[in-house]
């Protein structure tokens, strides 16, 4: 494996790092109870996937 000859100004390292960033994730309606939630995941709410329930959800009494 190659080995560096020369070190890295941190400029240098500084600059490669730069296109790493977090990026909110998009978050979309629920269709049977209309929270927020992420694409192509069970709604926390309410359990529903893709009109379809998918987990039940506990019931607070």
Same mark, same amino acid.
């Given at each position: 494996?190659?080995? %560096?000859?020369?070190?890295?100004?941190?400029?240098?390292?500084?600059?490669?790092?730069?296109?790493?960033?977090?990026?909110? %994730?998009?978050?979309?309606?629920?269709?049977?109870?209309?929270? %927020?939630?992420?694409?192509?995941?069970?709604?926390?709410?309410?359990?529903?996937?893709?009109?379809?329930?998918?987990?039940?959800?506990?019931?607070?009494?």
């Amino acid at each position: 494996m190659a080995h %560096p000859k020369r070190r890295h100004s941190t400029t240098r390292r500084d600059k490669r790092r730069t296109t790493y960033k977090a990026v909110a %994730p998009t978050l979309s309606t629920c269709s049977n109870c209309n929270e %927020p939630v992420i694409y192509h995941r069970v709604c926390g709410a309410c359990g529903y996937y893709k009109g379809k329930q998918a987990v039940e959800q506990a019931v607070t009494a």
